[in-house]
């Protein structure tokens, strides 16, 4: 049973497209983040929201408590957003991190 | 501000023996968090210490164990190491516990042979 799902697992888009990335959970949170991971493993956090939406430059993050759902958006997508973007979750019940298995983008110029 | 430092970067390691890491948090810094990354389990939750002390668990058996110092630097270690221990080891630091922006370090590669 996996408490976070993302989806698409996969992505491939070009460059300048509007990009959506969907995370799921089934647990009770009191904190979602959104990851960013590059190839060699450095992981960068790009977001953390408790309720609403957060933005920073070409990228958005948007939660939904009621629908347990969470969207990240990249606007006018490049090269360099080509990483694996990770949603996790804090329970609150216990402070427990979950993650959701990655979904990778490809930009391609 | 120096980020998180890990140490080592890479280890090797044959099944039985056991392994020490280290993780130098931001400074400030009170939390420190411990993730596994495997390809095929993803990232999954260690332990994270607040001031010295364990605040959670993740769902690892009890060759896994790390500890905080007074300074907030923190060690994992692991027992009697299996081929399925090979992973990358995160470890993120905090002002806070849970709720709170993670700054990760670069990870350490165990392999296990």
């Known amino acids: 049973k996996n408490e976070v799902e993302q989806s698409p697992q996969n992505l491939t888009a070009q460059e300048g497209e509007f990009i959506t990335i969907n995370c799921s959970y089934s647990v009770g949170i009191s904190a979602l983040h959104w990851l960013q991971q590059h190839p060699g493993g450095g992981i960068v956090s790009l977001f953390m929201l408790s309720s609403g939406k957060k933005k920073h430059g070409r990228l958005i993050a948007t939660i939904n408590i009621q629908e347990k759902h969470s969207s990240l958006h990249i606007t006018a997508s490049h090269p360099r957003d080509s990483a694996v973007y990770i949603c996790a979750v804090v329970s609150n019940t216990g402070n427990q991190f979950y993650f959701g298995t990655g979904t990778s983008l490809t930009v391609i110029p | 501000k120096a980020g998180v430092t890990q140490t080592p970067r890479y280890l090797i390691k044959t099944r039985g023996q056991q392994v020490t890491l280290s993780c130098s948090p931001i400074s400030g810094h009170r939390s420190v968090s411990w993730y596994q990354q495997t390809p095929g389990q993803g990232l999954q939750f260690l332990f994270e210490y607040f001031s010295e002390t364990q605040r959670n668990k993740g769902n690892f058996p009890g060759r896994f164990s790390g500890r905080q110092f007074s300074n907030s630097r923190s060690e994992m270690n692991v027992s009697t190491l299996e081929l399925g221990d090979s992973a990358l080891y995160l470890c993120?630091?905090?002002w806070g516990v849970g709720t709170d922006t993670q700054y990760f370090g670069p990870g350490t590669r165990l392999t296990v042979l």
């Open positions: 993120a630091s905090s």
